[in-house]
């Protein structure tokens, strides 16, 4: 990975349709990060419209999807004698560098996990409803669990920072956090277990193991297909999974399975893909 965009000033992400990964719009940004922010080129609408249409995405879906996110301020547009192309905005370029970098880095490292927890205190009164939403819709998607209701647990300390700016800009001023260790009272992986929902987690990415990792494309429009498919499949997961340290994950978590089987496929079909791709870009420049 923010509200829809507002007023006329720089375009706004809109995190949750971000994860909408069946929209025509959706794969479109796909294969804008994946093939066109590589290359600091316009490309026609005819190559985004047929590589959208591998998808099954009718034509017109594939030009509505187009113009809304011209409309929203990550592409723009040039007409050449009857037909149109698209270039990246600055804003564009820069949304989709950061989400390359989120997703291709996701489950690629580690990270150590000193015991401690960022638990924060919040309270919202039970009628603002739309409020009660807008908090758990952010604090979820920065990786909080919630084991209860006003209670939010992440094991990542550094985003205490994420979660002030969250309330601040809720107005929120009714709330308190700690940093520590859990006591004596309870037990951690039940607490774990009530906050986030691991086992539908794990379902998924079980499906995607099972999906992409048998999977062999014999040809370069095959490799295009299974690239955009691979990486369209994983960039929903950086906003799914909460990254708990794994001695908090059950054993044998398939999420470890899932980020080898990303970064394996990713570089081994790689070079097909982007191939195919410039092989599609000089047919329609010779048209």
Known sequence: MSAPREGRGSPVVSRRREVSHKSARSLLM??????????????????????????????????????????????????????????????GRKLLTEGARRIYDFGSVERPWDGRWLLVLVSVPEPKRDLRHQLRTKLTWAGFGSPDPGVWITPHTTRETEALDILTELGLRDAMSFVGAHGAVGDEATMVAKAWDLRDLETRYEEFVAEFAGLEPASGDAALDAQTRLVHEWRRFPFLDPQLPAPLLPEGWSGARAAEVFHGKHTEWRPAAQQRWDERLAEEEAA
Not at 35 to 45: A, G, I, N
Not at 49 to 69: I, N, P, Y
């Open 30 to 91: 796909t294969l804008l990060g994946e093939f066109v922010l590589p290359r600091d080129h316009p490309v026609w609408t005819s190559v985004l419209v047929d590589a959208l249409a591998m998808f099954g995405v009718e034509e017109k879906s594939a030009r509505q999807a187009l113009a809304r996110t011209a409309a929203e301020g990550w592409l723009e547009s040039e007409r050449v004698g009857r037909r149109v192309r698209w270039s990246l905005t600055p804003p």
